[in-house]
């Protein structure tokens, strides 16, 4: 049976998710994560799409985009082909590293806009690997109270108001309140985060994903089970 075509959005702006396949680890370490996000800078001129915000989570990635001279799927397709091409090359796989088919909604109305953007700088927060939104090393949220480089902030704060400074300390407060946004999302809350879980398996022997995929089965079965007997692991 066909795909259903996505419903183009209105205003061109989205909120995506790029997912690991099989919901497995993408980035294993910050020089992951920092190849990301170099990947986006490059392509966010190539591609010409505006960025309004980003998470980096261990195994999905946020944005909220704006699509212009090509479109949102031309742009991801880019920046997700020379990401597996450098992760496969770094830890020595082959294969696809991401779901086949993003995950996205439409962003059309203000209000939308500014839930998905707090929602987004959230998602360390809600998914307890951060005690506060200012927790995470990995969002954009800095960006919008400090020197912006990657990220477009100029229309999500003038949605505040029309002076930076008050558009900022009203962010600011709007980013910290506590709230029961419901947006798409994939992540099942555990209390164990992955970073922990990772820990655990080096005192396996397991440096990496890639490692724990290339062993025999029987080693990664037993390696597995022992994950299981875990508290807090999905």
């Known amino acids: 049976m066909p795909r ?14 790029l997912r690991g396949i099989n919901k497995q680890t993408i980035f294993e370490d910050d020089e992951d994560k920092r190849k990301f996000l170099e990947n986006l800078k490059k392509y966010k001129k190539v591609s010409g ?3 309004y915000s980003y998470c980096l989570m261990d195994n999905h990635v946020h944005l909220l985009v704006k ?10 397709k880019r920046i997700s082909s020379s990401y597996v091409y450098w992760y496969n090359m770094k830890y020595e796989r082959i294969g696809h590293l991401f779901q086949e088919r993003f995950k996205s909604e439409n962003v059309e109305t203000r209000k939308y ?17 951060a005690k506060d939104v200012w927790g995470s090393e990995w969002t954009s949220v800095h960006e919008y109270v400090g020197k912006a480089g990657l990220v477009d902030i100029d229309m999500g704060l003038r949605l505040f108001s029309p002076d930076r400074k008050t ?10 309140e506590l709230n029961n946004d419901q947006c ?9 985060s992955d970073r922990q879980v990772r820990e655990y398996l080096l005192t396996l ?3 990496s994903n890639s490692v724990l995929q290339r062993m025999d089965r029987e080693d ?8 299981k007997e875990l508290n807090g692991v999905s």
Request: hydrophobic fraction near 45%; aromatic fraction near 10%.
């Open 184 to 192: 798409m999302d994939l992540y099942v809350r555990a209390r164990m």
């Open 49 to 51: 799409f505006k960025l």
């Open 67 to 76: 699509e212009s001279e090509e479109t949102v799927s031309e742009a991801l």
């Open 220 to 227: 990664r079965d037993d390696v597995l089970v022992r994950l």
């Open 113 to 129: 806009f500014l839930t998905v953007l707090r929602y987004i700088h959230q998602n360390p927060l809600k998914a307890g690997l």
């Open 4 to 17: 259903k075509a996505r419903r183009k959005s209105g205003t061109g702006i989205y909120h995506v998710i």
């Open 205 to 207: 022997g397991v440096t």
């Open 167 to 176: 558009a900022i300390k009203m962010f600011i407060d709007f980013m910290e």
